[in-house]
């Protein structure tokens, strides 16, 4: 579940570890639009629709993620529980719920790296609405950039930004939104020769 492949010399106390990539999230971007009326800086409406985009993607932003424990990542984490002992726990139940605690435990839930693996993440990256500071815009459009789990629907994904509560506020005008590209997360190939030639014991 990381971007490319890479080693470590110094991860587990007798052996190298070389991450090779089975799976890989999911790119979805999109852009968020909102549309009022202009208006005067010196008179303010109820209906600044900038205000009601950033109020929507702080909501966005800093909601609680779900974290899934897929296949791909247990597995990563059982194979490093063999020299990680803080995983213990884990490595005698191969319950998900015993994987999340053991990280957070030991600090690395913190990571966005180690994160990463067991939620969606999203990213806002772009914003623009308004040409001067006294003008109230017409308009204000953000573009945001989600990486999605394997499993995990894109539409579903950027409905749930669109519906939270909130975004019709002001004036019952939602928020609108389209995909500026997305793609399903890549799943790992099924066992074969390869796997089995790279799980090969110690």
């Given amino acids: 579940m990381n971007e490319e492949g890479f080693g470590f010399t110094n991860l587990l106390a007798n052996r190298p570890v070389f991450m090779i990539t089975s799976a890989g999230k999911g790119p979805c971007r999109f852009r968020l639009t909102c549309k009022g009326p202009q208006g005067n800086g010196s008179m303010p409406h109820d209906q600044n629709f900038l205000e009601a985009l950033t109020e929507s993607l702080n ?3 800093t909601r609680e993620s779900e974290l899934t424990v897929n ?42 790296d180690i ?10 990256n772009t914003m623009q609405a308004g ?44 928020l609108s939104g389209n995909f500026l590209t997305h793609r399903h997360a890549g799943l790992p190939d099924p066992p074969g020769p390869l796997r089995s030639t790279i799980r090969r014991p110690r």
């Fill in 71 to 112: 296949p791909v990542v247990k597995e990563f984490f059982l194979n490093l529980a063999e020299d990680w002992q803080f995983l213990e726990p884990f490595q005698k139940s191969h319950r998900s719920e015993d994987l999340a605690y053991c990280l957070a435990k030991g600090g690395l839930m913190k990571l966005p």
């Fill in 131 to 174: 040409e001067k500071a006294k003008v109230i815009p017409a308009k204000a459009e953000a573009q945001l950039d989600a990486r999605l789990l394997p499993g995990q629907d894109p539409s579903s994904f950027r409905g749930k930004v669109n519906r939270q509560p909130g975004n019709t506020d002001r004036g019952n005008q939602p």
């Fill in 115 to 124: 994160r990463g693996m067991f939620e969606n993440t999203i990213s806002l």
């Fill in 59 to 61: 909501r966005a932003l």
